[in-house]
T-cell receptor
Framework: AQKVTQAQTEISVVEKEDVTLDCVYE???????LFWYKQPPSGELVFLIR??????QNEISGRYSWNFQKSTSSFNFTITASQVVDSAVYFC?????????????FGTGTRLKVLA | KAGVTQTPRYLIKTRGQQVTLSCSPI?????VSWYQQTPGQGLQFLFE???????NKGNFPGRFSGRQFSNSRSEMNVSTLELGDSALYLC???FGGGNQPQHFGDGTRLSIL
């Protein structure tokens, strides 16, 4: 069965610190997709990144980077030099397959507080 | 490009009533999914509609139902409301494949008194 675990419920950091949000997943499929979403205080979830199970390359986008390791079933998200605007709840999600029978499973989210 | 629009933004109901929530997806998106978000449970998948057909369903009681129209707009209905149904209900649209990112609306906050 699918499962996404975000063990960190809440993290507080001081501005300019680096922070890593952990995501561990479980799936039986060989084809699956992993996502990260950001939910700022305003409430709307915003898509950040997608990774498919065949692409283990890490990705960097500005201050954001993602580390995908199939060996440990992890898809961690690092924010470098955090800013107050990064304060939000971050969700990791898993989707198996690309056919019509897929389901999105979200983790419970990690609330990040960046203090000025 | 307009985003996902959910109406109403807020609703207050009492136990036993029913409620209908509406979602207009991004133009061109044929898949609409519904989620219930509560502080303790995170985002729980309710169901997904694609081309007017329910394609996937989560583990919610039959009081929760939905439908999708030919223009891809979707409605979700909850009957015989219970206190535990108080939550933020989120709608998300996508082109439809499991590899597609979902685009979320602002949600409808439902409070049951």
């Amino acid at each position: 069965a699918q499962k996404v675990t975000q063990a960190q419920t809440e993290i507080s950091v001081v501005e300019k610190e680096d922070v890593t949000l952990d995501c561990v997943y479980e799936t039986r499929d060989t084809t699956y997709y992993l996502f990260w979403y950001k939910q700022p205080p305003s409430g709307e979830l915003v898509f950040l990144i997608r990774r498919n199970s065949f692409d283990e390359q890490n990705e960097i986008s500005g201050r954001y980077s993602w580390n995908f390791q199939k060996s440990t079933s992890s898809f961690n998200f690092t924010i470098t030099a955090s800013q107050v605007v990064d304060s939000a709840v971050y969700f990791c999600a898993l989707s198996e397959g690309s056919s019509g029978t897929y389901k999105y499973i979200f983790g419970t989210g990690t609330r990040l507080k960046v203090l000025a | 490009k307009a985003g996902v629009t959910q109406t109403p933004r807020y609703l207050i109901k009492t136990r036993g009533q029913q409620v209908t929530l509406s979602c207009s997806p991004i133009s061109g998106h044929r898949s609409v999914s519904w989620y219930q978000q509560t502080p303790g449970q995170g985002l729980q998948f309710l169901f997904e509609y694609f081309s007017e057909t329910q394609r996937n369903k989560g583990n919610f009681p039959g009081r929760f139902s939905g439908r999708q129209f030919s223009n891809s707009r979707s409605e979700m209905n909850v009957s015989t409301l219970e206190l535990g149904d108080s939550a933020l209900y989120l709608c998300a649209s996508s082109f439809g494949g499991g590899n597609q990112p979902q685009h979320f609306g602002d949600g409808t906050r439902l409070s049951i008194l």
